[in-house]
């Protein structure tokens, strides 16, 4: 369900409903950007520095979308109620809070939300506000400083190098005295205009005291009254200044009044913190009960408003529903640090922070890769649900209400994400509760350690009302047949509840290698999910052998320099377009001579000299009459120069250095016009194949020749956590230099090789499989004075020399990479 700023107060009474008799509720957030690790992609992290990377994003970048899947448990049905929320969050706050917000976008996150046709308008124009408790203490100290403590009076300061201002200081000093020294016998008016009716308004007559007052006039009044006459008090009237007694009974009410409208502001503003504060066990004292007036839950009775409000408050202080997320860890730091308060600097404090706000967690990332026996097991979201789709158990059913008034959440948003998360879970919690293996105590502690662990003991301490110890007589057989997930303390919450999936560090590595050594160095369990119901426990599980790599897996590079002129014409392209030029000139008008050059002038008879030589105007097409009974004859003979592109921007090129010499005033030198730069370079003459500045009509690739003696492109073997992108980038850099600009074109390779050895090395390769990635250079140029692989020689080559360089069978496999031009 969408929900709007408009919205979420209509909805926010049946949301807190939900939570508060719901059995799980999956999160999932939706961030203006993440941190950047600076180290690379293959090296392992502490759990201290990937916790320090997140706080520092999460201190930076704002939270913009909420997804939350409350989910229901209907034992006797033996079935999960899904309810899907999906809204935006608004990072503006009301100014009259006092309270000032900073946020941040990322450009790499926010081409990742704008290429998921994330609606970055919907932010501002529909997103629900919200204040974090930190912010909501901080408004409410503000409102109470306000209202109830006595203001700071200081001495009034002014300038010694402004008369005019002590001038009027003295003014209105004396006005004041005079209306505060009335006797009974003069009764004095109730108020004092300053300035007083009758002030000179002119504003070229100088007077001590103007008829209207500047702002800097006004704060002088202001400050006069506070210092000098504290039992008065001063009120702008626009133009004027209002001064009358002080009642301490009118401005203490005025004050509450004040402070009652701020408090009230505040719990406006609150929006989402609401729900936050459902989350984290909050207190919902302050909630207003007349939002419960909704037909859906209760009657339009106030008191039966209260009495629903009341109820659901209490229900959320003694139910302890679970969290459930997917990479939960990060979600959680976003979570504290924009709704709770700031983040601890240490790790395990934020450990303490999160056990305390949220008891009871399961993260699924961590559910589908831990223990499974894989070393790189595919845990994202969108590729564990494709998994578990065809699972038919628990059953899942999506509230009838989201199909019938709203949409359902679009794939890659918050609550899409979230639903995803709460099927996930439920299907998972059914396939292995099961299959969790039965360790020994020391074992369990190993294992722990290869994970954030949030609680000692997830099921020893059961809450006081939960949906899942249900009363239902048929609970624990259906538990068996998989229709529900495991009851508290079945051990699978022992083995996978309140433990987070960190990626990346050092933790999760050692998690990685433990797994495999589980099963004795030789064979990998791994996870199915081909089967609806979970087997028995006397049921062994499927044993695969370990699959050695027998080829090294190399990323290549196919960097490119395009051509930087065109190509030569082909001698039947230039007849054909010196044909056009001769026909234009015998089907044009006329040359009107005159036009341009007048009777007896130096151009004229210039003009006369030119045109006995060509016969034509045109100074590019040769010898040629176009009003000739020969004009016909505007072809030529096969090998005449004339057409040749040189040949006639030279003719241009001398016919102007004639004129330009011809019109001088300087007979001394002769100007020559600068010539184009010739199409085959001094380093196409000297075959010079290190050069970039070589066949420039044709694409060069960069080749580099090993210590062997063989020509190739640079490739080296992919390292773990490599991509192939990042590999092919380092490889660039460690054999051609960084002195290069360059950029790699995409993210998929554009061929491959294979080599297979003549016999298996040592360690059982059969060979060697290189993926090639494209990239281009566009400045600079390859070095290999500091290359690591004994690199000899490059050569920047066209298609045709690669073939002349390369053996046969390698030029086989890359010749349809290459341009033909």
Partial sequence: MDITASSFYHLLPEILSRLSDCCFVALDLEFSGVPISLKKSNEI???????????????????????????????????????????YLNPIIDSGLDVQRDFTFQSTAMRFLFRNRFSMSSVFDQGVGYLSLEEVNRAVARVTQKSGLPETRQTLKVDDSAPESFAFLNTVRALVNQWVGHSDAQPRDKYL???????????????????????HQKKLVHGLIETEYPYLTASSMGLFIQVFQRDDKREADQDASRMMEK??????????????????????????????????????????????????????????????????????????????????????????????LFPRVIDTKYLASHGCGDLNPPSSLGRVNQDLLHVGAPMI??????????????????????????????????????????????????????????????????????????????????????????????????????RLHVVRTQWSAAHCVSAACQQKETTLV????????????????????????????????????????????????????????????????????????????????????????????????????????DAWNDELLVGAPESDPAYQAEMLIRDAEETVNATSQ???????????????????????????NRALQRTLYLVVRDKFGHWRFPRSPVEQDETLRLAAERTLAQTAGVNMNTWMVGYHPVGHHVKTYRR??????????????????MGGQADLSGNNQELQDFRWLSKEEIGQHVVDHYYSSVKNMLADR
């Avoid at 002038?601 to 000299?609: L, S, V």
């Fill in 45 to 87: 992290q502490s759990l201290q520095e990937r916790y320090e990377e997140l706080k520092q994003g999460a201190e930076k970048y704002q939270i913009l979308q909420v997804g939350l899947t409350i989910g229901h448990e209907d034992a006797e049905k033996g079935q999960y109620i899904l309810r899907p929320y999906n809204l």
């Fill in 193 to 215: 205009n300053i300035p007083p009716p009758g002030s000179s308004t002119d504003p070229a007559e100088f007077s001590p005291m103007p008829g209207e007052l500047s702002r």
């Fill in 263 to 356: 408090n009230q502001q505040i719990r406006k503003s609150k929006g989402f913190g609401w729900v936050v504060e459902a989350l984290v066990g909050g207190d919902l004292s302050d909630l207003d009960p007349s939002c419960f007036q909704s037909d859906i839950l209760v009657g339009r009775s106030l008191v039966k408003a209260k009495k629903a409000a009341d109820a659901v408050k209490q229900q959320l202080r003694t139910n302890q529903f679970l969290v459930v997320g997917h990479n939960l860890f990060v979600d959680l730091v976003y979570f504290c640090r924009c709704f709770v308060s700031p983040l601890p600097d240490s790790v395990m404090d934020f450990q303490v922070m999160a056990r305390r």
């Fill in 397 to 498: 059913v999506l509230h009838d209400y989201h199909q019938k008034y709203r949409r359902r959440p679009a794939e890659h948003e918050a609550g899409y994400d979230s639903l995803l998360t709460a099927q996930v879970f439920l299907r998972l919690s059914v396939q292995l509760r099961d299959t969790v293996p039965r360790m020994k105590k020391e074992e369990l502690n190993h294992i722990t350690a290869t994970s954030l662990r949030m609680e000692e003991s997830f099921g020893s301490e059961p809450p006081s009302r939960s949906p899942q110890s249900t009363n239902c007589p048929d609970a624990h057989a259906k538990v068996n047949k998989g229709e529900l997930i495991p009851r508290r303390g079945a051990p699978f919450w022992e083995h996978y509840g309140n």
């Fill in 526 to 629: 791994r996870r199915s999910y081909a089967t609806a119901t979970t087997p028995s426990p006397d049921t062994a599980a499927p044993v695969y052998p370990v699959v050695k790599p027998t080829y090294t897996i190399n990323a290549g590079v196919v960097l490119s320099r395009p051509p930087q002129i065109t190509r030569d014409l082909h001698p039947f392209e230039k007849a054909y377009h010196f044909y056009q030029r001769r026909l234009n000139e015998r089907l044009a008008l006329p040359f009107t001579k005159y036009f341009y050059f007048k009777r007896g002038t130096p151009a004229d008879e210039d003009w006369k000299r030119k045109i006995k030589e060509r016969h034509t105007p045109a100074r590019d097409i040769g010898n040629y009459n176009a009003y000739s009974p």
């Fill in 666 to 692: 300087d007979t001394s030198k002769r100007e020559e016009i600068p010539r184009p730069y010739p199409r085959v370079t001094e380093a196409d003459e000297k075959g010079d194949f290190r050069s970039l």
């Fill in 760 to 777: 298996p090395t040592d360690t059982g390769l059969q060979g060697a499989k290189t993926f090639f990635m494209k990239g281009r250079i």
